[in-house]
């Protein structure tokens, strides 16, 4: 498919590193596409999660818990972990690192881009305001995705992210304890959430890099 001018698709290294904290705040300010039924839509990536697989008390696969639903995380990297959620909600992430080796990044928000009457078709909303992307369900409704695209390449052409090579700046990342995760004992403090700074469309309440709000 032809992408716009000055995008390219991220590679299969980027997502076969071993740090998934460092790639979860390098997803920020890139491009979340879904191209399905010929139906482009596209959205700037601003708020994700890490999740570092079996010594992360917040993750699925945490202890080397293996499932029908969690096996796509121990495969390589570059594939979508879909999941339902509440009974409501289908939650998008990036599997990262290496075979056997279950991290995966939660993408909780974006900044629409491309295909936004699409969009609200998806999710019923009647205009564009910030709730359209805000927070993971609604990630993943607007770009039509669910869980049968779990395990989806992200190398392909249906589902994959890009890089525009618009440059976000240090000081404009916010990191935080993640969200929901309370259960996770200590692991729930660590600064695994990461934001753009003032954008909107982040979800939850906005916290400073101490997990203080502001």
């Given at each position: 498919?032809?992408?716009?001018?000055?995008?390219?698709?991220?590679?299969?290294?980027?997502?076969?590193?071993n740090?998934?904290?460092?790639?979860?705040?390098?997803?920020l300010?890139?491009?979340?596409?879904?191209?399905?039924?010929?139906?482009?839509?596209?959205?700037?990536?601003?708020?994700?999660e890490?999740?570092?697989?079996?010594?992360?008390?917040?993750?699925h696969?945490?202890?080397g818990r293996?499932?029908n639903?969690?096996?796509?995380?121990?495969?390589?990297?570059?594939?979508?972990?879909?999941?339902f959620?509440?009974?409501?909600?289908?939650?998008?992430?990036?599997?990262?690192n290496?075979?056997?080796?279950?991290?995966?990044?939660?993408i909780?928000?974006?900044?629409?881009?491309?295909?936004?009457?699409?969009?609200?078709?998806?999710?019923?909303?009647?205009?564009?305001?910030?709730?359209?992307?805000?927070?993971?369900?609604?990630?993943?409704?607007?770009?039509?995705?669910?869980?049968?695209?779990?395990?989806?390449?992200?190398?392909?052409?249906?589902?994959?992210?890009?890089?525009?090579?618009?440059?976000?700046?240090?000081e404009?990342?916010?990191?935080?304890?993640r969200?929901?995760?309370?259960?996770?004992?200590?692991?729930?403090?660590?600064?695994?959430?990461?934001?753009?700074?003032?954008?909107?469309?982040?979800?939850?309440?906005?916290?400073?890099?101490?997990?203080?709000?502001?």
């Open positions: 498919m032809q992408l716009p001018e000055g995008w390219q698709k991220l590679p299969a290294s980027f997502y076969n590193r740090d998934v904290v460092q790639i979860a705040r390098e997803l300010n890139k491009i979340l596409v879904s191209c399905f039924n010929g139906i482009f839509t596209a959205g700037r990536i601003v708020e994700t890490a999740y570092r697989g079996i010594v992360d008390k917040a993750s696969a945490f202890g293996r499932t639903r969690t096996e796509i995380m121990y495969g390589e990297g570059g594939k979508a972990y879909v999941y959620c509440y009974g409501m909600h289908h939650l998008f992430n990036v599997v990262t290496t075979a056997d080796v279950p991290h995966a990044v939660l909780r928000a974006l900044e629409p881009m491309m295909g936004i009457e699409e969009m609200l078709l998806r999710t019923g909303k009647k205009k564009v305001d910030y709730t359209l992307t805000k927070g993971p369900g609604n990630v993943a409704k607007a770009l039509g995705i669910n869980v049968k695209h779990t395990a989806c390449s992200l190398l392909g052409n249906a589902l994959f992210i890009a890089d525009d090579g618009v440059v976000l700046q240090g404009n990342i916010i990191a935080t304890p969200i929901g995760v309370d259960y996770a004992g200590e692991d729930a403090l660590l600064p695994y959430r990461f934001y753009i700074q003032n954008n909107k469309y982040v979800s939850g309440k906005k916290k400073d890099n101490l997990g203080r709000n502001i």
